[in-house]
């Protein structure tokens, strides 16, 4: 069964970086990608970035564009969300998950199906 632990939250300052990571117990091949997600209190999860396994190609939602990275080293069997330019909405609960899926232009919640259990960022001065 897919493990997937996600670490590196953390409190943080408006403007601040923070790195998660996300190891799994194994990456599945072919048609899949990694994802990560945030939920806010009181908020749906969305879909934040996500990568494929296959060809490494990713995609971000427009509000963290240009400010998250998403990588992955597979030697390590874990992916990256590298978070510069911090703001207080970036504040939540953030999951990263594996799918059948192929990321190009959306990171649907539905289409991933191994979640981990969440690591929290603050954003707050």
């Known amino acids: 069964q897919l493990q997937l632990v996600e670490s590196g939250g953390g409190l943080v300052q408006p403007g601040g970086s923070l790195r998660l990571s996300c190891a799994a117990s194994r990456f ?9 997600f945030r939920q806010a209190p009181g908020k749906e999860r969305e879909g934040v970035s996500c990568i494929n396994n296959s060809d490494g190609r990713t995609y971000y939602v427009p509000s ?7 990588s992955r080293d597979n030697a390590k069997r874990t992916v990256y969300l590298q978070m510069n330019s911090l703001k207080p909405e970036d504040t939540a609960v953030y999951y990263c998950a ?3 899926y192929y990321c190009s232009s959306d990171v649907p ?6 979640w981990g259990q969440g690591t929290q960022v603050t954003v707050s001065s």
């Open 28 to 36: 599945t091949l072919g048609y899949y990608a990694v994802g990560w």
């Open 64 to 70: 963290v564009k240009g400010r998250f990275t998403i």
């Open 98 to 100: 594996q799918g059948n």
């Open 109 to 114: 919640r539905a289409a991933f199906a191994s």
